[in-house]
Every structure is written in C-alpha cells, then in structure tokens.
C-alpha cells in the first residue's frame, strides 16, 4: 500500500487528492513503525534478536543515521548537531545495525518531543583498554522534558510519560523499551536526565572492540596543507560554532566564530584593516536579522573581498539555492549535521588557472563532483595576485595563457618559495602529449601533468598523488553537465548572404566578446545592476541573431526584458541555462576549426587554436 501510494503521489492531481494521499501514506507509515516495534519487541522478549558481530565504521553509522532524520529536523526548524570527540575510534567491531537502530528511536524522540531550539548527538570514549572500547553516546534535546516521577517508568514497555503524550504526539511506548533491551544486549546501560519544560538527555553505553583492520581505506590528507587557512563561521547556534572550531582545530585551522552577520561584517573589516584578511567563511544559511546569502551579498560588495572563499551551511535545500550560490561565488554548499570527512574535503581549496572558459566549467564541475573547491584565475597574473591574499592547496595551472603563461607563473612561484620555504603543488594542463611535455613542466616545476580534455579519473588521480593522500575508490561522472549547443555553419553562412570571410569575422567577434559579456552579466547579477543586465543582454541577444540559435537568443531577450523591468532575482534564476547554452555554443563553434573553410581563418585561429584548446 505504501508503495503503490508513492506512485500514485507522482501522478497529477488536484490539491485535494494530494491531501488524501498524503493522510494515507503518513497513516500507512504510522502503522507500520507500530506494527515494526511490536513484533521486534516481540522477538527480544522471545530471545529470538541475535547480534552480529561485524567490522563497521562507527562515525559513518552515526552520521548517516542523523542524516536521515535530517528533514524531521529541518520541518520544525530544529537544529539537529552531531558532536563526536577525535578519540572516538573510525572503525569497530560490533552491529552496526542495531545501534543505528536505537539512535533512530532516541534521536527520533527527541525530534517528535521537541518543538523549538535544538537536538544534539554526543559522542565519547569513557573506557578504553588495549582491546575493548567503551563509548558513551547522549542524545539531548530543548523538548518538553519529563516529570521526575515518570522517569522510572519511561523504558517500560507500552509507557510514555502520560495519557496525553499518546493523543499528542503517537507512538506505541515500545521505542525506549526496544532501546535499553539491545543496549543491554550490547553490553551497555542507559539513563537519563530530565527536567520538564527543559529538555531531556538520554545517555546510553556499548562495548566495541577496534577494528584490527579498516574494511575501506579512509582518506588521509596532510592537514598541515591547511594551517595556512585563516576561517571565520557565522552561525547563531553557539554548539554548533563550538563543534566546527573543534573540527578545524584537529587540522590546525586557526578560526574565529561569530554568531551573526553584523558581527561577522565587522570582524571581516578588521582582518583587512590588521593585514590578516580572512581566507574561508563558513556561514549557516537560516539565521535571524540577517540570512546567509543575504551576508554573501554583503560581504561580495566590499572591497577586496569579492573573490574570498565562501561555505554555506543549511539544514535543507531550497528551491534556487544552487543557482544563488552559483551566482554569488559560493564554493560549498554542505548539509548539516555536517560529516567531517565532507567539510575536510570541502575545505580543500583548488587554485585553476584557465583562460578558456569551457575548460574552467569542466574543471569546476569535475572537482565540485569530488568534493573541492575551486577558484578561477584568467591567466598566470590573475593566479598570482590570488595568491598574494588567498591560500590554496593544490593549483591547476593550464600552460599556456595570454599575458602570463602557466610555465613563467609557476617559475615566479618557485621564486617566491626559496624565501618563505613553503611548497604549493601545482599540477599543469595542457592541450598536448607530446614527447618533451612532461620534462617541460618539470623543469618549470610542475608536479603533476594532466592533458586536456580532461577526465575525471586522470585527474583525481593526479590530485591524490600530487598531494600524497590515498582514498577509497569512488564512481565519478567524467561528462560535463554543460552540453555543447549545434551550431550550423550552413544556416549562419546563408543568413549572411554567402560571404565567408563575414562569417569568420562575426564568429570571431562572437568567442572575442562572449567571455566579457557573460562576466558582466555575473558582475550585475552579484551588484543587482539591471541597467547593465538589459544592455549585455541586448548586445548578446544580437550578435546569436546572426547564429540562427532562436531558443538561445530568445532566452537572451528574456534576460533583457528582466533587466528593463528591474526584475533582477529573474534573471539570477534564468542565468545560469543561458550561461550553459552559450558555452556549448562556444565549444560548438570552436570544434568547427576541423571544417576546412573555416580552418584558414586568422580570427578563428585566434579564439580556437592551440593557444584556446576547447575541453
């Protein structure tokens, strides 16, 4: 029945007949979780649960686990933490299953008891012997708290703490009792800790001997790479500024929170007026007076700052989330409770510097898929400027650039490290595979050597070994999203009456043009210039008339209409499809230098040749 509603729910209906089956299938699953905890308690008062014996990642189990119950959280605009000490062992031997499952049944308590402020989960080794671990684990919640005559009672079978807990709220009472049956099994005790109208702690013990042996082998990154990373986080939530400070102390990360967006606006200026601008900002997104993006904007507008890492942290996705991230040059966008393996890889900032901008979106898309983040630099001088203010972990450094080449870049890197010690890995792209290549980039100091276009197995590859870190493998999309749009030479070249020399020249124009238009078009969209918005819109929109791409320019009017009318949060979400559309058009036209009657153009030798290799 559940299943054939979810069917039935992706159908079309009125607004009615979705009510209707929303009522049934939230009834159908109520009766199901009763259903389940009857028969499970059934089972442990016949002695029939026996408990496996496994190797399994304890962090993973507990992160996953509050993963799930993330969006009952997020629904009552609960703030749902995961607070696990480093000493908590990765890998254990004992059953996984089970102890996912009485997290669900506490954490999922604290959620149904709860209807302002926060649930946390805290994890911590209270005994340790050569062999057998001890952890505490505390679920603790705002909630409404239990009387302190009710407490005895609570993991009782069929007992909540009053009638009215039942018609309130549901359940059947077997969830703490199933709970303190299989901790018991596991070699642990529970209690608890209670005042009404203030919350409740629920603390259980297990028993777990560490695992001789990881079943996967876990990244392992050089933290020291990051202790160049001066941090700030923005959250109004005080554990969860704690929680984060204590992560990124395990990686030296020297951090500083805040618990607002006035604080944090302040604190940003006097890092710039000391000369010790802040180099990555973790901020949450739901925070009072003042949001995330709103504080994104904010700081976007200061000098400066407009090219500073950004991190944003929210509970759960919104419609036009990515797109505004996009938008505001937003690198990460994690969901809480944040895993720590996320944020470290999120943390891992990559330095590209491409002058082609099909090849900086594959490379952005290919590394955002692994995790990392990127910031994009023109040309080797770009790069180095970046590097005056901004610290990086790896760069990717195409070799040949207009104005500085991605070999003299590297070589004034080199330079400048003889003097501070240091050593930033660069790994170097390039069109060719041509024998001498690989000593080239050495000589210049290269570390790695990726060729183009770029796949995403080569390069993460070349990643890891650059920065000698191992991780487990993972299946990784090396396809683009961005799809190169046709462009039909035939058609353009009858629109312009036959001439081919016309063609070649307003095709030239078209690569010479696009990349500052699309950049003042993201410049305006960040300012909300929609004077500026209509005019780059309008300039674009006539130069695809003559590239016959109708739903293209028609597109590109749109954006126009949205700028004469003001109606800037329009054009951000219309953006980024038109910002795709035009650069498969770019691909497409510079793919067209293999046609022979466009091979001998100088203009097209200039935006496609070699120097522009297209990804």
């Not at 992160?63 to 703030?79: G, H, M, S, V």
């Not at 009710?150 to 807990?165: G, W």
Request: charged share 25%; net charge negative; hydrophobic share 40%.
């Amino acid at each position: 029945m559940i299943g054939m509603t979810e069917l039935a729910r992706d159908t079309e209906l009125n607004p009615e007949q979705r009510e209707y089956l929303e009522t049934i299938d939230l009834s159908s699953n109520t009766l199901l979780t009763v259903i389940n905890d009857i028969l499970d308690f059934s089972k442990i008062e016949a002695g029939k649960v026996e408990l496996e014996n496994v190797d399994f990642n304890l962090r993973n189990c507990l992160e996953e686990t509050l993963q799930t119950l993330a969006l009952r959280a997020d629904d009552k605009a609960l703030e749902l933490i995961c607070d696990m000490a480093p000493e908590v062992p990765e890998w254990v031997t004992g059953d996984g299953l089970r102890l996912r499952q009485v997290v669900l049944n506490l954490v999922g308590n604290a959620i149904k008891f709860t209807q302002k402020g926060e649930v946390s989960l805290h994890v911590r080794v209270k005994e340790k012997s050569e062999d057998v671990q001890t952890v505490q684990i505390t679920v603790a919640d705002t909630g409404i708290g239990i009387p302190a005559e009710k407490q005895k009672f609570i993991f009782d079978p069929f007992t909540q703490a009053d009638t009215s807990t039942t018609r309130n709220y549901g359940g059947t009472g077997l969830g703490l009792t199933i709970s303190a049956r299989l901790i018991g099994m596991m070699g642990g005790k529970i209690w608890l800790e209670s005042e009404p109208g203030r919350g409740s702690q629920f603390h259980f013990t297990v028993s777990v001997r560490r695992a001789k042996q990881a079943v996967a082998p876990e990244t392992v990154v050089p933290t020291d790479i990051l202790r160049r990373t001066r941090t700030l986080i923005v959250d109004d939530n005080s554990t969860n500024r704690r929680i984060l400070q204590e992560m990124l102390k395990q990686w030296g990360v020297e951090s500083t929170a805040v618990e607002g967006g006035e604080q944090a606006l302040s604190e940003l200026s006097s890092g710039q007026e000391s000369g010790r601008p802040y180099q990555l900002i973790l901020t949450d997104m739901n925070m009072p007076k003042m949001d995330g993006f709103s504080l994104v904007e904010k700081i976007r507008q200061q000098r400066g700052m407009e090219t500073t890492a950004m991190m944003m942290l929210t509970s759960a996705a919104r419609r036009g989330d990515a797109e505004r991230c996009r938008i505001l040059g937003i690198t990460s966008y994690l969901f809480k409770p944040i895993r720590k393996a996320e944020l470290l890889s999120a943390i891992l900032g990559v330095l590209g510097a491409e002058d082609n901008h099909v090849n900086q979106m594959v490379a952005t898309r290919l590394l955002e898929k692994m995790g990392h983040a990127i910031t994009i630099a023109n040309n080797g001088l770009e790069a180095l400027s970046l590097l005056e203010n901004r610290s990086f972990d790896v760069i990717l450094m195409d070799v040949q650039m207009p104005q500085m080449d991605g070999f003299a870049a590297t070589k004034s890197i080199r330079m400048n490290e003889i003097k501070t010690g240091k050593h930033l890995p660069i790994i170097a792209m390039t069109a060719h595979a041509l024998k001498g290549d690989r000593e080239r980039c050495v000589e210049a100091g290269m570390d790695g050597y990726v060729t183009k276009p770029i796949a995403s197995a080569e390069l993460k590859a070349v990643i890891a070994s650059t920065l000698h870190w191992t991780q487990a493998d993972e299946d990784t999309s090396s396809n683009a999203d961005a799809k190169p749009s046709p462009v039909n030479l035939e058609q353009v070249l009858e629109s312009l009456g036959g001439d081919e020399n016309l063609m070649r020249e307003v095709l030239g124009i078209f690569l010479e043009q696009t990349p500052k238009h699309l950049a003042s078009l993201r410049q305006a969209l960040v300012t909300k210039d929609a004077t500026t918005i209509e005019r780059t819109a309008h300039s674009m929109k006539g130069e695809l008339g003559y590239l016959g791409i109708a739903e293209v320019s028609q597109k590109a009017r749109q954006l126009e209409e949205m700028g004469r009318k003001g109606d800037v949060e329009g054009a951000q979400r219309a953006f980024p499809s038109f910002e795709a559309d035009i650069l498969g058009i770019v691909a497409g036209i510079r793919g067209a230098r293999a046609v022979n009657s466009l091979a001998a153009s100088p203009v097209l030798q200039k935006h496609g040749s070699q120097e522009h290799p297209c990804a």
